[in-house]
C-alpha cells in the first residue's frame, strides 16, 4: 500500500470517529496532514514502508477504539455513538482479574 492509501485511510478514520464533532474533526484532518508532511516527505524514504504500516494501524485503532459520548440534557448519564466498525470486547480479562498478572490485588473500601 502507498502513503496515499494510508493517508485517505486515516481521514476516513477520523470522519468515522468523530463524526458530529466538527472542532476536532478539522483538528484531526489538521494534525493528519501536519504528520504526513512531516514524516513522509521525499527526503526522509527510509522507513517509508514502516511509517505507512503505522499510518494503517493509527486508523484501525481509530475506526475501532474511538467512541464519542454525548451528555444527556439535564442528566448524569451519556450516550456513546457506536458504529458497525467499533470493537466490543466481551469482558472475559474483567471476569477473571487476577490471572496473569503480578503482585497483590487489594479492594478498595
Not at 476516513?12 to 512531516?38: N, W
Not at 499510518?55 to 458497525?84: C, I, P, S, T, Y
Request: charged residues 35%.
Amino acid at each position: 500500500m502507498s502513503a496515499l492509501h494510508a493517508y485517505r485511510a486515516l481521514l476516513r478514520a477520523a470522519q468515522a470517529a468523530f463524526q458530529g464533532d466538527s472542532k476536532l474533526l478539522l483538528a484531526s484532518h489538521r494534525e493528519i496532514r501536519t504528520q504526513f508532511e512531516r514524516n513522509l516527505d521525499p527526503g526522509g524514504m527510509d522507513n517509508k514502508d514502516e511509517k505507512v504500516k503505522h499510518a494503517f494501524e493509527v486508523a484501525k485503532f481509530l475506526k475501532q477504539n474511538v467512541v464519542q459520548a454525548e451528555k444527556l440534557d439535564g442528566q448524569e448519564n451519556f450516550r456513546l455513538r457506536l458504529h458497525e466498525e467499533t470493537e466490543r470486547g466481551d469482558n472475559e480479562s474483567i471476569k477473571t482479574p487476577l490471572k496473569g498478572r503480578v503482585g497483590k490485588f487489594e479492594r478498595c473500601s
